[in-house]
């Protein structure tokens, strides 16, 4: 039986484009699955709720009940792949509980394979962070994000030798265009005829990166 | 033969986590493969019955009908471990009993291992009772338990009064029981299982049950860190069950 996917895309720094990844992922996997499962613990910045309202649900991890309803349907192996857009405020408490609950062995178990997208920044929070994954999450779950818009190139060195998604920078009205909460990735790359534009491109470059996340998945597996 | 082994759980005080700590050795010495039968003095209605009823016998402790039930069968009894959780109230009568049944003359003199778990509140009166326990601990092993399940503290804020107590027996050791998550906590007593059990997502008659596996993650947590402070005494070691290794629980 193939293993479920759980994306979960984190920092525990606002503004470094949580959603945005969160919302590219959730319509790759829905152009690609014809279903997607998306939380939003992110409530304090842009939501992901507000963009894919369909098929995206709030959730908390602030006490032991918001976390029971969120992880008791994280460690169900039933084919649905899943994205979850974690808040910058909720990072520490989510990966503690995760830590102190053995998520990442029972999903082994289960057959439900976590992958965690740590969306980089150069400042001290971040490094903190991605320290502190390092030690709880298997190398091959955990993939740097390098946001060219937040870290301008400029990946720090300790994050920069392991899996690694790169999304490119937008010119700015390109980024207003996208951050319409009417916008969508697949609608564009539906309608758009001209597939030459850079918007166009860079939405085919980034579902072609989350496909070899996924391929990697099963290669793991096999 | 194997020496017979008592370990008393109790206080004074009521309400400092008795059963759950005996709930917890019974649990640590079954995953140790260590055979153990238990007494639980809470009677008629005893909560440690409700969760080991299979080891578990209630008893009065007062009667000397239920003293022999315990004591004298603990040479012909098949499980050399003898747990007793005493109720609220009734450590320092039970210890003078003992005393009174010749029991702890046969503790010094080595013929049985006898343990103390000693509970604490946060209280003086609760710190006060170390003192009159103390007394009758000569041959013992003596624990003092600083129970933090019910998130409290011990006066180590206030180190002369935290000292006076914790640091005037001289043969006692200190363990601690750290705090259980309170939904998980209200978990397990709803489902009236031992630890392991809901651990092992399993119903007392071994059917899989469906608990939150967040609440078994908080479960098996602080499980694990209780027994890593039984280890730490060497608990396995005073029952003379040898080392404690793999433990088909901790899987």
Known sequence: MSRTPVYIICSPRPLVGKTLIARLLSEFLLLKNGTVAAFDINLKEPSLLDYLPGITETAEVDDTFGKMALMDRLIVNDALAKVIDLGFHAFDEFFKMSEEIGFMKEAARRGVAPVIFFVADTDRASARGYAMLQQQIPPNALVTVDNEYVVRGELPATMAHGRILRIAALPVFLKTYIDRLTFSFTDYLRHEKDSSTELHQWIRNNYLNFREVELNLILQRS | MAKPVVIVVGADKGGV????????????????????????TENPRGTLKRFHPDLTEIVDMTATSDQMKIFDTLNSASPSVTVIDVRAGLLSPSLTALRDIGFLDAARAGQITFAVFHILGP????????????????????FLVKNFINNTSFFEWDQATYNSYFHRIKDATELTIPKLNEMAYEQVEVASVPFLKFVANKSMKDEAANYSFVLRGYVRHWLANVWSEFDRIKLTDLVGSGKSGARGGEK
């Not at chain 2, 050795?25 to 260590?34: E, G, R, T």
């Not at chain 2, 003192?131 to 003596?142: I, L």
């Open chain 2, 17 to 40: 986590g008795k059963t759950t700590v005996a709930r917890t050795l019974l649990d640590y010495f079954s995953a140790n493969n260590v055979a153990t039968r238990a007494f639980d």
């Open chain 2, 123 to 142: 209280s003086i009166a609760s710190l006060d009772e170390i003192a009159e326990t103390a007394n009758f601990m000569q041959g013992a092993k003596y």
